[in-house]
């Protein structure tokens, strides 16, 4: 419970005086047994006081009054007496809560600069006066006025804020972008603004004909309930139209318990159904039974094909810096392709375009700062980030010389310019930039990097319609060193990648919205190159050309709600894709790409198409309303991967190599539908979920049994084409808010594939397979302060194929045999996390804040298989063994560090 919050908040709102009697005049009051909520209601009406209180925290069992010529604070006090509440008085307004809360945070020094505050504000309200808006010129045909505007809180546009015009029944809310509009006919108006968190507040306008009004607002309060500021509605489990999207609360990331108390965006989308991963030191996650290069990886416009640092202990993107983090599953809009699986879309915020701002973190093996603020104020701000690791003294207290002998580290920055344009342009310029180095035991290592640059520019071009345009390139660079004398290597992969992409958004009405535009991709892939390392290395210079590949696609969406029930999103898009030269194609017998049938090669030049593919791929999302709390949703995607990764392991590394699509080597092909039913109980704090998914992937390929993939000029005969499956039932539950919540979330799932030539032709499960995912997360928060969570995770192991027996060679060699394709598993995956939280203050008067965070990851230690790999014992008997990754209990304790 943030108490000392709905505090502030209240007294901010409430503070300017009532029209209401004296608080000291005396109260008669005699009566029965009453509930205390009865008992306050009726000394509220006694005094003429306002009476804030928390039902769930007013104990059982009711009260007799009786009193006389009692003042509100002797009436409160009677009331209360034998509990562990009390009440803040603050002129005519009292404040019911706990004991341990009341009186501790805030002193009458505190409430008298809140008063002094709320005065001054109020005089400067007074003097503005009434803004005026529009011209006569720009009055509508009909003789009406079109009101349009941003409201924001001076850095970020709020989502679903109300903005009504008092004494009449015109009123809309924000939309994603925070804009908003309003149909009058010419005059004056008091408009009344309100959204949770910042409570109800007033502007006085007069509207001379159409123009624009921006709101600013500030924080206050609306109720004592439970406040938590989300960028979505209230009830958006029910209301919202589009399938299988799930949105971060990026508020809550820090009190979840991490590896090394490290914020991590990407674990965090681990407690979602569907969203799986096969173990630590894994880089990246599965949906739905994609594999982990299926998933589109944003940062705004631009691409990300690295998800974690540290291979994978570590999230790639910096917390601090972001605005909204939403998981498409399969069923993703229009807008986004290029991916199989889902859409991870990451919006990077703005900087504060008022006041400098600072945010930092220290832990055991990682630190960051972040700095805001403004270039000139209220047109241009900036945003910093920057993290960095330094595990080497954890490494050296190890008693293991490999481990002593190994090192990790990383480091990234981001940077966000940000001006705004007139009263109806904004432009963004944006900057990213990550390494990583890793080596083990002076055996091997990993480098990898990526550098991201992107500009947006954002225009209303009138109160219904606007665009943007964003253009992004990125540059992914990756090398595995063999450190060997005689075997020493360096192998390089990397992925350049360009992106331009104009969107249009148009409204004909509040009930239908129409989208579109163009995305045009560029591909030029480093498929791979290996040098020797060393002067003693044996290793041969052998090296492929670069692969080019252009993916341009347009797609447009309508948005449409039909009835206060029914709502729709439909839309297509349409692909082509091309494999372009310069490239020196082998050709084989009957096209069938095998070693043996070549026949000879063709030499494609700079730019021409070698191979071609064109998609349409339909999208559609729907949504019933079943009642006020419950509604059904159903979608289906066509989706189409052109860009792979290859990798024979169960999970890719830094340095496994991306594959373009050509003539012998086509692109992914999927069909996603899904149906689902939601419910929310306990006036939206209670949301439930059941949702029925199943994928049909028409065209996917896999490898033959030890293939060789590495800087491999024919790999495609390396290659079978087959096709897949997978489905499941995604089961959800979560309660927002009170003093315990939290969340759970459960998948039965399986995913399978078959391809000739494979497992007999017979159908064998993914590498990814788990058909059970539980995950349970559970909040006490005592005060508004202190949190405790508990997160519980369990998967069922993946499959591995092994070897069952040995056969006798006539040369008196056994050779292993091995199962059927991945028909054994490794064993299941459970873990136990905790973390402690002592939130920041909510003292206004405090300039920084500080909040801890102590977190115990594999609190029971727990040796969860990575993999399971086969020696031969002497007597030629297969032995298993485990890998464990994290095979020990891992305690962290994180400090952070902000400026109001």
């Given at each position: 419970?943030?108490?000392?919050?709905?505090?502030?908040?209240?007294?901010?709102f409430?503070?300017g005086?009532?029209?209401?009697?004296s608080?000291?005049?005396?109260?008669?009051?005699e009566?029965?047994?009453?509930?205390?909520a009865?008992?306050?209601?009726?000394?509220?009406?006694?005094?003429g006081?306002?009476?804030?209180?928390?039902?769930?925290?007013?104990?059982?069992?009711t009260?007799?009054?009786?009193?006389?010529?009692?003042?509100?604070?002797?009436?409160?006090?009677?009331?209360?007496?034998?509990?562990?509440?009390?009440?803040?008085p603050?002129?005519?307004?009292?404040v019911?809560?706990?004991?341990?809360?009341?009186?501790?945070?805030?002193?009458?020094?505190?409430?008298?600069?809140?008063?002094?505050?709320?005065d001054?504000?109020?005089?400067?309200?007074?003097?503005r006066?009434?803004?005026?808006?529009?011209?006569?010129?720009?009055?509508g045909?009909d003789?009406?006025?079109?009101?349009?505007?941003?409201?924001?809180?001076?850095?970020?546009?709020?989502?679903?804020?109300?903005?009504?015009?008092?004494?009449?029944?015109?009123?809309?809310?924000?939309d994603?972008?925070?804009?908003?509009?309003?149909?009058?006919?010419?005059?004056?108006?008091?408009?009344?603004?309100?959204?949770?968190g910042?409570?109800r507040?007033?502007?006085?306008?007069r509207?001379?004909?159409?123009?624009?009004?921006?709101?600013?607002l500030?924080?206050?309060a609306?109720?004592?309930?439970q406040?938590?500021?989300t960028e979505?509605?209230?009830?958006?489990?029910v209301?919202?139209?589009?399938?299988?999207?799930?949105?971060?609360?990026?508020?809550?990331?820090?009190?979840?318990?991490t590896?090394?108390?490290e914020?991590?965006?990407?674990?965090?989308?681990?407690?979602?159904?569907?969203?799986?991963?096969?173990?630590?030191?894994?880089?990246?996650?599965?949906?739905?039974?994609?594999?982990?290069?299926?998933?589109?990886?944003?940062?705004?416009?631009g691409?990300?094909?690295n998800?974690?640092?540290?291979?994978?202990f570590?999230?790639?993107?910096?917390?601090d810096?972001?605005?909204?983090?939403?998981?498409?599953?399969?069923?993703?809009?229009?807008?986004?392709?290029?991916r199989l699986?889902?859409?991870?879309?990451v919006?990077?915020?703005?900087?504060?375009?008022d006041?400098?701002?600072?945010k930092?973190g220290?832990?055991?093996v990682?630190?960051?700062?972040?700095?805001?603020?403004?270039?000139?104020?209220?047109?241009?701000?900036?945003?910093?980030?920057v993290?960095?690791?330094?595990?080497?003294w954890?490494?050296?207290?190890?008693?293991?010389?490999?481990?002593k002998?190994?090192?990790?580290?990383?480091?990234?920055?981001?940077?966000?310019?940000?001006?705004?344009?007139?009263?109806?342009?904004?432009?963004?310029?944006?900057?990213?930039?990550?390494e990583?180095?890793?080596t083990?035991?002076?055996?091997?290592?990993?480098?990898?990097?990526?550098?991201?640059?992107?500009?947006?520019?954002?225009?209303?071009?009138?109160?219904?319609?606007y665009?943007?345009?964003g253009?992004?390139?990125s540059?992914?660079?990756?090398?595995q060193?063999d450190?060997?004398?005689l075997?020493g290597?360096?192998?390089?992969?990397?992925v350049?990648?360009?992106i331009v992409?104009p969107?249009?958004?148009?409204?004909?009405?509040?009930?239908?919205?129409?989208?579109?535009?163009?995305?045009?991709?560029?591909?030029?892939?480093?498929?791979?190159?290996?040098?020797?390392?060393?002067?003693?290395?044996?290793?041969?210079?052998?090296?492929?050309?670069?692969?080019?590949?252009?993916?341009?696609?347009?797609?447009?969406?309508?948005?449409?709600r039909?009835?206060e029930?029914?709502?729709f999103?439909?839309?297509l898009?349409?692909?082509?894709?091309?494999f372009?030269?310069?490239?020196?194609?082998?050709?084989?017998?009957?096209?069938?790409?095998?070693?043996?049938?070549?026949?000879?090669t063709?030499?494609?030049?700079?730019?021409?198409?070698?191979?071609?593919?064109?998609?349409?791929?339909?999208?559609?999302?729907?949504?019933?309303?079943?009642?006020?709390?419950?509604?059904?949703?159903?979608?289906?995607?066509?989706?189409?991967?052109?860009?792979?990764?290859?990798?024979?392991?169960?999970?890719p590394?830094?340095?496994?190599?991306?594959?373009?699509?050509?003539?012998?080597?086509?692109?992914?092909?999927?069909?996603?539908v899904s149906?689902?039913?939601?419910?929310n109980?306990?006036?939206?704090?209670?949301e439930?979920?059941?949702e029925?998914y199943?994928?049909?992937?028409?065209?996917?390929?896999?490898?033959?049994?030890?293939?060789?993939?590495?800087?491999?000029?024919?790999?495609?005969?390396?290659?079978?084409?087959?096709?897949?499956?997978?489905?499941?039932?995604?089961?959800?539950?979560?309660?927002?808010?009170?003093?315990?919540?939290g969340?759970v979330?459960?998948?039965?799932?399986r995913?399978?594939?078959?391809?000739p030539?494979?497992?007999?032709?017979?159908?064998?499960?993914?590498?990814?397979d788990?058909?059970?995912?539980?995950?349970?997360?559970?909040?006490?928060?005592?005060?508004?302060?202190?949190?405790?969570?508990?997160?519980?995770?369990?998967?069922?192991?993946?499959?591995?194929t092994?070897?069952?027996?040995?056969?006798?060679?006539?040369?008196g060699?056994?050779?292993?045999?091995?199962?059927?394709?991945?028909?054994?598993?490794?064993?299941?995956?459970?873990?136990?996390?905790?973390?402690?939280t002592l939130?920041?203050?909510y003292?206004?008067?405090?300039t920084?804040?500080?909040?801890?965070?102590?977190?115990?990851?594999?609190?029971?230690?727990?040796?969860?298989?990575?993999?399971?790999?086969?020696?031969?014992?002497?007597?030629?008997?297969?032995?298993?063994?485990?890998?464990?990754?994290?095979?020990?209990v891992?305690?962290?304790?994180?400090?952070?560090?902000e400026?109001?």
């Amino acid at each position: 419970m943030k108490y000392s919050l709905y505090l502030f908040s209240l007294i901010a709102f409430l503070g300017g005086p009532l029209s209401a009697q004296s608080p000291d005049a005396g109260i008669r009051l005699e009566s029965g047994p009453l509930s205390r909520a009865e008992a306050f209601r009726r000394i509220e009406t006694a005094a003429g006081v306002r009476i804030f209180w928390q039902a769930e925290q007013l104990p059982e069992g009711t009260v007799s009054l009786s009193l006389s010529d009692a003042t509100p604070r002797e009436a409160l006090e009677a009331v209360l007496e034998g509990t562990d509440l009390s009440f803040v008085p603050y002129r005519d307004v009292y404040v019911v809560g706990p004991k341990t809360v009341i009186g501790t945070e805030f002193d009458a020094a505190y409430y008298a600069a809140v008063a002094e505050q709320i005065d001054a504000e109020q005089a400067a309200e007074a003097d503005r006066g009434p803004a005026t808006v529009g011209s006569f010129e720009t009055l509508g045909a009909d003789g009406a006025a079109r009101l349009t505007g941003t409201v924001t809180d001076g850095a970020d546009p709020i989502i679903g804020a109300t903005i009504q015009v008092e004494d009449n029944p015109t009123a809309t809310t924000t939309d994603a972008e925070g804009h908003y509009a309003l149909d009058l006919p010419p005059g004056a108006y008091r408009l009344l603004i309100g959204y949770v968190g910042y409570g109800r507040q007033e502007r006085d306008i007069r509207l001379n004909g159409s123009g624009t009004y921006d709101i600013n607002l500030d924080a206050a309060a609306t109720d004592l309930q439970q406040v938590v500021v989300t960028e979505q509605a209230a009830d958006v489990n029910v209301g919202r139209v589009q399938a299988g999207v799930q949105r971060l609360d990026l508020g809550q990331l820090e009190k979840l318990p991490t590896f090394m108390g490290e914020t991590d965006v990407v674990k965090a989308l681990l407690l979602n159904p569907g969203v799986s991963t096969i173990g630590e030191g894994a880089t990246g996650f599965n949906v739905r039974g994609g594999e982990i290069d299926q998933n589109l990886l944003l940062q705004d416009y631009g691409v990300l094909l690295n998800s974690s640092h540290a291979l994978g202990f570590f999230s790639t993107y910096n917390a601090d810096l972001l605005k909204s983090v939403d998981l498409y599953k399969a069923n993703m809009p229009a807008r986004f392709g290029g991916r199989l699986a889902s859409v991870l879309d990451v919006q990077q915020r703005d900087g504060n375009f008022d006041h400098l701002r600072v945010k930092a973190g220290i832990g055991p093996v990682t630190g960051r700062v972040m700095l805001e603020g403004p270039l000139a104020k209220n047109k241009s701000s900036f945003i910093a980030g920057v993290r960095s690791s330094y595990t080497g003294w954890v490494l050296g207290l190890s008693n293991q010389d490999n481990v002593k002998n190994s090192s990790a580290f990383f480091v990234d920055g981001n940077l966000r310019l940000t001006q705004r344009i007139g009263e109806a342009g904004t432009l963004s310029l944006s900057g990213y930039g990550s390494e990583d180095r890793f080596t083990y035991n002076n055996t091997f290592g990993f480098r990898y990097r990526t550098l991201l640059g992107q500009g947006e520019y954002n225009h209303i071009f009138s109160d219904r319609f606007y665009g943007r345009i964003g253009v992004a390139y990125s540059q992914y660079d990756s090398e595995q060193t063999d450190l060997g004398a005689l075997t020493g290597e360096v192998l390089a992969t990397g992925v350049n990648y360009l992106i331009v992409k104009p969107h249009l958004t148009y409204a004909v009405s509040d009930d239908v919205q129409l989208s579109g535009g163009l995305e045009i991709d560029r591909y030029v892939v480093n498929p791979g190159e290996r040098t020797p390392q060393g002067e003693e290395s044996v290793v041969q210079t052998r090296s492929l050309s670069d692969e080019t590949g252009v993916e341009s696609s347009a797609f447009a969406e309508a948005d449409v709600r039909v009835s206060e029930r029914f709502g729709f999103r439909a839309g297509l898009r349409y692909t082509n894709y091309r494999f372009l030269g310069a490239q020196t194609v082998t050709e084989y017998t009957d096209g069938i790409p095998r070693l043996g049938n070549e026949t000879g090669t063709v030499e494609y030049g700079e730019g021409e198409t070698i191979a071609d593919y064109s998609h349409l791929q339909p999208r559609l999302s729907a949504r019933y309303r079943v009642g006020r709390t419950g509604s059904l949703r159903a979608g289906y995607s066509r989706t189409v991967q052109y860009l792979n990764q290859i990798y024979l392991s169960a999970s890719p590394t830094p340095n496994s190599q991306f594959q373009l699509s050509t003539g012998y080597i086509p692109p992914f092909l999927s069909h996603n539908v899904s149906l689902g039913y939601f419910l929310n109980l306990d006036n939206n704090n209670v949301e439930l979920g059941a949702e029925l998914y199943a994928r049909e992937i028409d065209q996917l390929w896999d490898y033959r049994d030890f293939a060789d993939v590495t800087v491999n000029p024919q790999l495609e005969t390396e290659i079978r084409v087959g096709e897949g499956r997978a489905y499941g039932l995604e089961l959800s539950g979560k309660k927002k808010v009170g003093q315990i919540n939290g969340l759970v979330s459960y998948t039965l799932s399986r995913t399978e594939r078959r391809v000739p030539g494979i497992n007999a032709g017979n159908y064998y499960p993914s590498n990814f397979d788990k058909p059970h995912n539980l995950v349970l997360t559970l909040n006490w928060n005592p005060n508004q302060r202190n949190t405790l969570t508990a997160n519980f995770t369990y998967g069922t192991g993946r499959p591995i194929t092994a070897p069952v027996g040995n056969y006798r060679v006539d040369n008196g060699l056994l050779v292993p045999v091995y199962s059927d394709r991945n028909s054994v598993r490794i064993p299941d995956y459970h873990r136990l996390d905790l973390a402690y939280t002592l939130g920041k203050s909510y003292n206004e008067k405090q300039t920084l804040q500080t909040s801890w965070t102590v977190s115990i990851y594999n609190v029971y230690a727990r040796k969860n298989a990575f993999s399971v790999y086969y020696t031969q014992t002497p007597d030629q008997t297969n032995v298993a063994n485990r890998l464990a990754v994290l095979g020990t209990v891992f305690p962290a304790i994180t400090l952070n560090i902000e400026t109001r």
